[in-house]
């Protein structure tokens, strides 16, 4: 684990003195970012030893409580465990009032524990390193949609698409269509200047399949690098729409009769060199791609809750929705799973499809990252590509309930390997915390479906 040296901050300073605060900041397994605001004198304390954060902070529910199951609470009494900054990670947050910067922190491998073992950045740094120890270099892009809404509710209480330059309020869209983009040109100029900004290289921007719905593509690096950046670009996307007035969404299905939105993940493999063993002159790729390919179907099913963490993210789930269904591939082809597109040789790579925008990108990575190790190691054949309708040529399907996910995951014997038993207990007693607040919570629906006619 490598963290980033003083020089880092004091040049920062130097920089910058008009900073006053500085958000602190460790991503958790739900990847929701936790910490604490610091003061400008407190940062270079910060890089030089540290920062104790309690060991709670990364046992949480996605509402913040504390789960006992995890061990990281009573047992431990809820223990400091020691922090660093990331390197690269200190940047300023220009849609601020105050001027503000923020800085990304991991746990120490030692000084971090017990906390470290739940650190999900931690998880993807194992990961990459079992991959380099056999001579591959994983090379990812991130590509997330979201939903730009109103900070208002409508009339009953319901989000609903933020107004657009007009002054309108969009009730349809035009998938791909450039007027859309065009209204939110005043957010857009801002987002990609935060970007710039903070050194993340947000690519091309296209409207989705539902009004106020956004694609923007990260450009494909280091596969922790592009991850990193990721989770930064979510916080920035949130933070810049909240200074428009807007509440960017990243919700798997925030509406029953509208896009899902997702996270599409491109991988593939390098050398020390950075040649990409993926590429080969067949549209279907190198042999290796089909090994990695055939990891990634053997282990879908198993790793599924760290793809769809939360119960709505099942909810995305809908033939011909282009969100996918079954553990299926084919060449340059929307409607299955781990889709190979087309282009020159060279750029042969895996769009993994199935990812919400809800799931945490360094978890998601990781099992992304072990699937592709566990098929080279193992050698196995993805089978055919799919030609045509993948929905309609599914032999098999994704479960689409959150227990079922569970189920897998706590009972998968290759996730205990490739994960690690102790991160598996924390992540688990969490999700499983999150499973019965959820399914004991009595709300509208159930009203609507059973106060008159049960």
Avoid at 26 to 51: F, I
């Amino acid at each position: 684990m490598r963290f980033a040296p003083v020089e880092e901050a004091t040049a920062f300073l130097a920089a910058n003195p008009d900073i006053e605060l500085i958000e602190l900041f460790v991503l958790d397994a739900n990847g929701v970012p936790r910490g604490k605001l610091l003061h400008r004198e407190e940062l270079l304390a910060l890089y030089q030893s540290g920062r104790p954060l309690p060991s709670t902070m990364l046992g949480l529910t996605l509402h913040g409580e504390d789960v006992e199951n995890t061990g990281l609470v009573w047992e431990v009494g809820d223990i400091d465990c020691r922090a660093y900054p990331l390197p690269g990670s200190l940047q300023r947050l220009s849609w601020r009032q105050i001027p503000t910067a923020a800085v990304q922190v991991s746990m120490h491998p030692s000084e971090g524990l017990p906390a470290a073992v739940a650190d999900p950045r931690h998880l993807l740094v194992q990961v990459i390193d079992a991959l380099k120890a056999d001579g591959y270099h994983p090379v990812m892009a991130c590509e997330l949609e979201f939903y730009l809404l109103d900070q208002k509710r409508d009339a009953q209480g319901r989000p609903q698409p933020a107004l657009d330059a007009d002054g309108g309020r969009p009730r349809s869209t035009q998938v791909y269509g450039l007027r859309e983009l065009e209204q939110i040109e005043p957010f857009l100029a801002d987002l990609y200047a935060a970007c710039k900004a903070q050194g993340i290289p947000a690519r091309t921007a296209i409207s989705e399949y539902a009004p106020g719905q956004v694609e923007i593509t990260l450009e494909h690096g280091d596969a922790l690098e592009a991850m990193d950046q990721a989770v930064r670009y979510k916080r920035l996307v949130k933070g810049v729409a909240h200074r428009h007035g807007m509440q960017a969404c990243f919700m798997a299905k925030p509406f029953d009769h509208l896009a899902g939105t997702g996270m599409h993940m491109h991988v593939s493999l390098a050398d020390a060199r950075g040649d990409n063993l993926f590429a080969s002159e067949d549209k279907e790729g190198s042999p290796l791609l089909r090994q990695a390919v055939g990891g990634m179907l053997a282990s879908l099913l198993d790793s599924l809750l760290l793809f769809c963490p939360n119960a709505n993210s099942y909810r995305r789930f809908q033939a011909n929705s282009y969100a996918p269904l079954a553990p299926t591939w084919g060449v340059d082809n929307r409607t299955v799973s781990l889709r190979v597109p087309g282009g020159p040789a060279h750029t042969r790579h895996v769009e993994h499809r199935i990812c919400g925008a809800d799931a945490n990108p360094y978890l998601a990575a990781a099992a992304i990252l072990s699937g592709i190790h566990r098929g080279i190691r193992e050698q196995l054949d993805p089978g055919e590509p799919v030609q045509g309708n993948g929905y309609a040529q599914a032999k098999q399907f994704l479960p689409t309930e959150w227990s079922a996910s569970l189920h897998a995951l706590e009972h998968s014997a290759w996730a205990r390997d490739a994960f690690g038993p102790e991160f598996l207990r924390v992540y688990l007693a969490v999700k499983r915390a999150e499973y019965r607040q959820f399914m004991g919570e009595v709300g509208e629906q159930d009203w609507r479906w059973y106060l008159s006619n049960a």
